[in-house]
């Protein structure tokens, strides 16, 4: 019998409570970078190819949530839930840029394909856009929301934005000029992740145990897949787009997009996937878990074989090797609730 053949990730250690959001930035003249919130209140910023962690921000007591980041012209910017607020972070000093009050938790945050513009929502049900370029200026509210907001996102060049909420299905498409919801997309169960493609093609919704790929043009629904548990996130393949993946439970899901057949399954974290996303260019996707971690999959063939694959603490001979010595260097870069890297990292694998 043919030995199975399984997926090694790069674990990526650091956090010491669940990991509950992820994101990649685009791909940009310093590379790409990986950003991630958990529990812990410490966000960690890492280099998206080489998965090493890029130092501390100063001062930064994050209650956990969302996060966003964008990069333009080398220069970094950071955008972190903070209580009632979202403040602006310098991603290479880790020096607060400015603060945006808010009256209550805001659960989700995004940045406009121009750059120019910030968009928040949370516990409140008011869509809030920012103005980057004035920062103290008012923000401009959008219509209320039916329920609490969970994720919103950008569209149609800043035209559009989606939003799902906390408590009820459904994605509700806004039109920025009239700040009126002029599309609802249906789903049985509240939304927990909402993805706009590279391409600006689809959207990928995950409620319930359902993945949904709508057209983000004309917004019918696409492809609807039943999951074999229930899915907290879903990520398309941003390049051939022949590929997804899913998590909820302990395993990171992947199914052909065109036929839902799952292709592969995943399996090393120690509790459930909270949250998934390819790179930006689909040579790999990380997962983020209540076990604390983040693991990096690589999109190609499985290169180890079963008798020489993952204990349960993970790779063994020269690949465990090669994982331990990349996760010392991550781990020196821990950012701790004080905002300042610690020697050692005390996180734990759960």
Known sequence: MDKKKLAVPLVCHGHSRPVVDLFYSPVTPDGFFLISASKDSSPMLR?????????????????????ALILMHCEQHLHLQILQRMKLWDALTGDELHSFEHKHIVRACAFSEDTHLLLTGGVEKILRIFDLNRQDAPPREVDSSPGSIRTVAWLHSDQTILSSCTDMGGVRLWDIRSGKIVQTLDTKSPVTSAEVSQDGRYITTADGSTVKFWDANHFGLVKSYNMPCNVESASLEPKLGNKF??????????????????????????????????????ESYASGSEDGTIRIWQTGPANLEENDSLSRNGPTGKVKALADDVAHKIESFHISKEGKASEKDKATDA
């Open 47 to 67: 280099n998206g190819e080489t998965e090493i962690g890029l130092g501390p921000l100063k001062d930064i007591k994050v209650q956990c949530g969302v996060v």
């Open 245 to 282: 993946v899913a998590g909820g439970d302990m395993w990171i899901h992947v199914f052909d997009f065109n036929t839902g057949e799952q292709i592969g399954c995943n399996k090393g974290h120690h509790g459930p996937v909270h949250c998934v996303r390819f790179s930006p260019g689909g």
